[in-house]
Antibody, heavy 121, light 110 residues
Framework: EVQLVESGGGLVQPGRPLRLSCAAS????????MHWVRQVPGKGLEWVSG????????GYADSVKGRFTISRDNAKNSLYLQMSSLRAEDTALYYC??????????????WGQGTLVTVSS | QSVLTQPPSASGTPGQRVTISCSGS????????VTWYQQFPGTAPKLVIY???QRPSGVPDRFSGSKSGTSASLAISGLQSEDEADYFC???????????FGGGTKLTVL
């Protein structure tokens, strides 16, 4: 059974950093690209960042470019999102999502349950 | 364009066929495949259509997808009460260089 478990969310002050993690199991992690997608509760979905199976291709939404860094450790079956210079508008539920392909294709067949990030003073 | 355009709501009665539209542009729907996700309150989205018209295993064949030009549609036939959920379309955007989502459509089964 595929499982994606996010962690690392919480309340953080504006301008401070936060690191999210996603532990994957139930599939061959290094066969697939992985992504972070966020959602303000009750609102729509926004793609944040994606990374190919070998970290050779990485993409970011304009809203986070230069502030967020995605990475993965295939030996640990883990995906990460290092967030810096956080803003109030980054407040959202952050989902880890598995791509259906090795490269950045953008179809997500499995999602975690999300970790809530709240940016507030 | 920051999001793909979907109607905020749609409704139908049990057994009816409903369609949800998704409008984009040449940089997303016009040149790439379309994906549809179903989301129930308090849960993560679930993939119901990928590559415009493909159903993942386990998704009933009542769900179908199509595309024409820069618009796409999700059709649900034989509507059931358990289909009541939010539905989001998505497509890779060549300008964003990432997937772009629609604003979501809340489907109500009357």
């Amino acid at each position: 059974e595929v499982q994606l478990v996010e962690s690392g969310g919480g309340l953080v002050q504006p301008g401070r950093p936060l690191r999210l993690s996603c532990a994957a199991s139930g599939f061959t992690f290094d066969d697939y690209a992985m992504h972070w997608v966020r959602q303000v509760p009750g609102k729509g979905l926004e793609w944040v960042s994606g990374i190919s199976w070998d970290s050779g291709a990485i993409g970011y939404a304009d809203s986070v470019k230069g502030r967020f860094t995605i990475s993965r450790d295939n030996a640990k079956n883990s995906l990460y999102l290092q967030m810096s210079s956080l803003r109030a508008e980054d407040t959202a539920l952050y989902y880890c999502a598995k791509d259906i392909k090795t490269g950045l294709y953008g179809d997500f067949d499995y999602w975690g349950q999300g970790t809530l990030v709240t940016v507030s003073s | 364009q920051s999001v793909l355009t979907q109607p905020p709501s749609a409704s139908g009665t049990p057994g009816q066929r409903v369609t949800i539209s998704c409008s984009g542009s040449s940089s997303n729907i016009g040149s790439n495949t379309v994906t549809w996700y179903q989301q129930f309150p308090g849960t993560a989205p679930k993939l119901v259509i990928y590559s415009t018209d493909q159903r993942p295993s386990g998704v009933p064949d009542r769900f179908s997808g199509s595309k024409s030009g820069t618009s796409a549609s999700l059709a649900i036939s034989g509507l059931q009460s358990e289909d009541e959920a939010d539905y989001f379309c998505a497509a890779w955007d060549d300008t964003l260089n990432g997937p772009l989502f629609g604003g979501g459509t809340k489907l109500t089964v009357l």
